[in-house]
């Protein structure tokens, strides 16, 4: 059985002291033994909002990384510093780095190899675009992009990988991907995990929906056999993110 992972991604939202506040806030209200509840802060809060969370078992996560061990990379950060500081969780190729900080296929895989030697576990985000799902080509893109995410990790360590299908036209956008277009689109990827890896690590693998997620979507999408919880962006940062947890 797979547990339910529920992860909040806040995206370049609130200053580290607001950050503080609202862990602090959330803590016990996220923290249930039927769900894996992840906060994926910027990096100038991760430190603080790991120490607000101390004590339960709500993680604190990335929203990016290098692939690089270190060097003349300004502004970037390396999965050795992460896991330094004890962030277990990293979103990587997320759309909104695709799509506006040139992030490739080819980047997300070495991300996802670099976090998985350091422990970490990756959130490797997949979707398509509107006009590639008006053009039928949905299942085709998924698998380029599970294809090249995927690439030399072994079927053993599936089971610490989590992917996120995060349809791009439902970003942030209020319009939500049906139960079927959610469903089909994880089972989808499922099954090209069992092709590529076999069964088990098929049914290792933690397959997250992302996009407009609420408190009233959340507990029927989270409930389809395929579909193991959610990442959440704008709901993430309010207090109901509690009732999006809690799949209630
Ligand atoms: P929204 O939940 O705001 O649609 O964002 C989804 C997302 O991008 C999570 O990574």
Not at 2 to 30: C, I, Q, S, Y
Not at 120 to 144: D, F, H, M, Y
Request: some cysteine; charged content about 25%; aromatic content about 6%.
């Amino acid at each position: 059985m797979r547990k339910k992972l529920v992860a909040g991604n806040w995206k370049m939202f609130f200053t580290p002291p607001a950050a503080k506040k609202f862990a602090e806030e959330m803590k016990t209200k996220l923290d249930t033994p039927d769900v894996d509840a992840v906060l994926c802060v910027p990096y100038v809060s991760l430190q603080t909002v790991k120490d607000a969370l101390a004590g339960s078992n709500v993680k604190v996560g990335a929203q990016n990384v290098h692939y690089m061990d270190e060097g003349a990379y300004t502004g970037e950060i390396s999965c050795e510093m992460l896991a330094s500081m004890g962030v277990p969780y990293v979103i990587i190729g997320h759309s909104e780095r695709r799509e506006r900080f040139g992030e490739t296929d080819t980047t997300v895989n070495l991300k996802t190899l670099k976090a998985l030697k350091h422990g970490i576990i990756p959130i490797i985000c997949v979707g398509e675009s509107q006009r590639q799902r008006r053009e039928n080509r949905t299942a085709n893109v998924l698998r380029k992009q599970i294809a090249f995410a995927l690439d030399e990790i072994s079927p053993k360590a599936m089971k610490n990988v989590v992917i996120a299908y995060e349809p791009i036209w439902a970003i942030g956008t209020g319009e939500v991907a049906t139960l079927e277009q959610a469903e089909e689109a994880c089972a989808l990827i499922r099954k090209q995990i069992e092709e590529r890896m076999g069964s088990e690590a098929a049914e290792d693998t933690r397959i997250l929906y992302g996009g407009s997620v609420t408190p009233e979507n959340a507990k029927a999408l989270f409930a389809m056999p395929n579909i193991d919880g959610g990442l959440v962006g704008g709901a993430s940062v309010k207090p109901s993110f509690e009732q999006v947890v809690r799949c209630e």
